[in-house]
């Protein structure tokens, strides 16, 4: 009988990033050892001189390098790093990465593929599951292993009930999206892993398509995630005029706004 693997994605465009998916590993090491299941974390990208060549147009300054990456991974459980390298990875791009993953993907096929719930991981793992004819459950808070089988606990209909969603008969492999919250970091290990670096070749850009610009987010913006104090508003507060006191109160307070479902909808908030 073949040993199941499971394999986490690390996203290296910028140490947040990176931290998320060292969150999603420490929810995954528990299920790799409940189902006896290797455990291996992925990386893409290309050697820090690929970058510096490419800062002039454009700004690639917070992406993690992959050689440090590598190194610090190696002592968090995981059984092998594995580093998929290529010039054209220099630069984080959904279609790309999702493209390079599916093809390497199916010549070891692992028994899950996680990867951190954010816009680049969803797009990610719906082309990878099209591409592989895999399963996809999204969403997940929670891994868990039931008789021998995945289960992950998605929350639905707005968070109100919590779905727990298996793999059909007949689907050995599956690409999970995990919300990377509720839980710390993985703590480095004594024992290190081995580091599989894996030039890639014959690997090219999407035609049709150029990235003219990448810029980060002004150091202003933070994550609800990281913040001490959040202030939330639902429809209750009537309009967009109502739902700026939620604005005046956080500023106040030094917090983060928050909202509900409605006004999202209603585009009183982002």
Partial sequence: MIKRSIW????????????????????ALPLAHTAGADIHLLLLGTSAGDIAAERSTLDLSACVPIEGAAEHAAALGVTTVICLEHPHLRVPRADLYAHVLAEFIQTRRPWLVLMPLNDFGRETAAICAQRCQAGLIADCTELTCDNNR???RCPAWGGQILAHITMADGWPMAFVTVQPHGVAVAQPQPDRAAIERIALENVELPAGLQIVRRTMESGETRRMEDAETVVVGGAGLGDMRGFGL??????????EVGATRPPVLYHWVE
Avoid at 250 to 255: E, Q, R
């Fill in 246 to 255: 939620v604005r005046e109160l956080a500023a106040a307070l030094g917090g």
């Fill in 150 to 152: 995945f289960v992950g």
């Fill in 8 to 27: 986490v994605y690390g996203d290296l465009r910028t140490a947040r990033h990176w931290q998320d998916c060292q969150k999603v590993l420490a929810k």
